[in-house]
């Protein structure tokens, strides 16, 4: 048991709780904590209201600065709103020593509040430090073995944000047993209603590690169901920007998630934090620019266009409209005449190639290269033409004719149209790259007429976004987080890749989630594709969330879609967690049973997620319907008085329920392209489960999951 627990209901030890120096406080602890608690609310408060005052109009020159200047204060303002329901802080350090210096003989040891955010009084001391603050670290990571000089650390318990317990460990006394906190399994337990918490109160050792890692590193994150790898990544974020803020706000960081549900479901994460600024997106936004995606690939054809032989043929078929000059360039300046011979603008040419540069950059040199040499040609002939006369030249209906003969300029969606549409074409450029069957796959039956007519695909969206950036350089942030990154094809990789070539990443994900055809098989593998092969691989094996008994019989399935990767250990101990029923009958006793099951699961606290194949979905509809239950899409917020979510599997991944009803386990495996991708969809389903799981079916099981 911990050495002091106390909660409003029960009588405080009368002693109090005791300081790292010895010294007893005589005033009710929790009345002593809630007191700071108030006063904290009220120094933010402070803070706030001093920015909302400052007045602007005598400190800057015009309406452009204004407005950043205005923008900011905005921002800043809403970073120091006080969320009502959000404990303002969450523990208490109490050191040994000084930090960072030597105390006076008898002096107390410093004592820090940690929370989500930095509060500071009237007078500039600090009544809560910033969890992200090198101070803040042994809150996660000090322990009876190294306590980092602290002697207490205390956890709070809240209630509706209320202050209502706390639990004290005492890390540098002998005879306190080691336990584990009871406030910290109560917050990781604690049902979910609305969307993803942040988990800044309860995270672990092994997660604090991952989180603190520096900006210059990529880390990819393997973690399995329950482990906690997503919010590790989005506390990541936070964590880089508060140490890398003005780097970071200058070169932006971008969240990419599978499905615009999984996005909605976390993007509160990073605001309850006080960061603002982190924009979210899919694969599929970041390559939908440039044309409308109407269309939707064959399995077999999308494996072939997310291959990252495509970025070669890509290559080759843009350089093809790079051609040998057959004629000199002449340009006439008044009375006199220049020429350049053609086998000198070849000399150009090669050079450029050599060279290796992006098609369009090459596009724009190439003009100043032809001007250069009519300058020269001008200096030997005694002129002295400068920067001006040059550019000049570059701009010569002579120089541009030659230079769109030579090197034209190329639409990006227009060659992807030409390869998709013209098989001699495509046969010229993937020839030694592609067999002639995965040249076939990728011919249209029908080709489009032009770029709008197309009835493009997202696997043609990232052909075309890997063309324009060989035409030219995509734009590079600071940093990138990338979840679910197990499901990407490599041309995907290097799509969001290409959005960090400067920067850094955060990859998260789970390879035995994998459920696309063209999902990655290895880690090393995709940090390749993404291009970060030197980045730093953690794994994270303990299960917080998802109960024992759940994710053991989920595990059955990892040797047939995963093998050899390590399967999850739960520390959540929940008998009675599973339940598996076989219904006899047809598809209506299924049916009756499955609204039966969700009633069950509504008598409980919490979220609940009904997750079927994409094809029962339609006819769980109406069975919730003519049974009176309401029921929301993924995505949509659950309140307490809408709880239960009726999810397709192919949008089940990343999402959690307290309490989740799983509807014909062999339909969800049956309605993907192969028995892989389909175990490792019934992978996902059975994990999404925090408390409870109730697995229904009618038609035998999976063998692989009946096998113990």
Not at 286 to 297: A, K, S, W
Not at 668 to 677: A, F
Request: proline letters at 6%; glycine letters at 8%; a negative charge.
């Amino acid at each position: 048991m911990p050495a002091h627990v106390a909660e409003s209901d029960s009588t405080p030890d009368p002693t109090g709780p005791t300081d790292p120096t010895g010294a007893t406080d005589p005033a009710d602890p929790l009345a002593h904590e809630r007191a700071h608690l108030a006063a904290s609310r009220a120094a933010l408060r402070g803070m706030r209201e001093d920015v909302q005052a400052l007045d602007i109009r005598d400190v800057t020159a015009n309406w452009v600065n204004a407005e950043v200047l205005q923008a900011q204060i905005d921002d800043r303002i809403k970073a120091l709103a006080d969320l009502s329901h959000t404990p303002l802080f969450f523990g208490r350090l109490d050191y040994l020593h000084a930090v960072g210096g030597e105390l006076a003989e008898g002096a107390d040891g410093e004592r820090f509040y940690i929370g989500r955010r930095h509060v500071h009084d009237a007078a500039g001391d600090p009544m809560v430090i910033d969890w992200r603050a090198p101070v803040s670290q042994p809150y996660y990571q000090a322990s009876r073995t190294n306590p980092q000089d602290v002697g207490l650390r205390r956890r709070f318990g809240y209630t509706g944000g209320e202050l209502t317990a706390y639990e004290d460990e005492h890390l540098t006394d002998p005879a306190e047993a080691e336990h584990t906190s009871r406030l910290l399994q109560t917050e990781i337990e604690r049902p979910r209603v609305g969307p993803m918490r942040d988990i800044v109160a309860t995270i672990q050792p092994e997660q604090d590690e991952i989180v603190r890692s520096g900006l210059g590193g990529t880390v990819c994150v393997q973690g399995g169901p329950g482990t906690g790898k997503t919010a590790v990544g989005l506390h990541r974020v936070a964590f880089l920007l508060y140490a890398h803020r003005e780097r970071l706000a200058r070169t932006g960081t971008l969240v990419i998630g599978p499905n615009r549900s999984f996005l909605h479901y976390i993007e509160q994460v990073l605001p309850a934090l006080g960061e603002l600024e982190v924009k979210q997106a899919t694969v599929d936004d970041l390559v939908r620019t440039g044309v409308e995606v109407r269309g939707e690939d064959e399995a077999a054809t999308a494996v072939v266009k997310g291959d990252a032989r495509m970025a070669e043929v890509l290559r080759r078929a843009i350089r093809s409209h790079v051609t040998a000059p057959v004629e000199p360039v002449v340009v006439v300046r008044g009375s006199r005449r220049w020429r350049v011979p053609a086998y000198e603008i070849q000399e150009m040419v090669d050079e450029l190639l050599a060279r290796d540069m992006r098609y369009g950059a090459a596009h724009e040199a190439l003009p100043q290269r032809i001007a250069h040499a009519v300058l020269v040609r001008m200096e030997e002939a005694g002129e002295a033409p400068d920067d001006r006369v040059q550019n000049s030249v570059a701009r010569n209906p002579a120089v541009k004719a030659a230079v769109k003969a030579v090197w034209p300029a190329v639409d990006p969606a227009k060659v992807v149209l030409r390869l998709l549409s013209d098989a001699e074409f495509l046969a010229a450029h993937a020839g030694g790259l592609l067999s002639e069957e995965e040249q076939k796959r990728l011919l249209w039956a029908k080709p489009a007429r032009s770029v709008k007519s197309a009835k493009w695909s997202a696997a043609d969206a990232v052909l075309i976004d890997e063309a324009g950036d060989l035409v030219a350089r995509t734009h590079s942030l600071g940093h990138v987080v990338l979840d679910e990154a197990q499901d990407l094809s490599p041309m995907q990789y290097r799509a969001v890749g290409r959005r960090c070539s400067t920067g850094s990443a955060t990859v998260l994900g789970d390879l035995a989630q994998g459920t696309t055809p063209w999902s990655t098989e290895s880690w090393g593998e995709a940090l390749f594709h993404l291009g970060k092969a030197d980045a730093v691989v953690e794994e994270l094996t303990a299960g917080f969330r998802v109960p024992r008994e759940v994710i053991a019989y989920a595990s059955r399935l990892l040797p047939a879609i995963s093998p050899g990767l390590a399967a999850v250990e739960s520390v959540r101990e929940s008998p009675g967690s599973l339940a598996v029923r076989e219904v006899p009958g047809g598809t209506d006793e299924l049916d009756a049973a499955v609204v039966a099951a969700c009633e069950e699961s509504l008598r409980h606290e919490g979220s609940i997620g009904l997750i079927a194949s994409d094809a029962r979905i339609p006819v769980l509809e109406a069975a919730l319907e003519a049974a009176g239950h309401a029921y929301l899409s993924p995505g949509e917020e659950t309140t307490a008085a809408s709880r239960l979510t009726l999810v397709p599997a192919s949008l089940a991944k990343g999402l959690e329920y307290d309490y989740v009803v799983l509807d014909e386990p062999a339909a969800v495996v049956d309605g993907e392209p192969d028995e892989r991708t389909g175990l490792r969809r019934l992978y996902v389903a059975l994990t999404r489960a925090v408390s409870g799981l109730i697995v229904l079916h009618a038609a035998p099981l999976p063998e692989a999951l009946v096998q113990s």
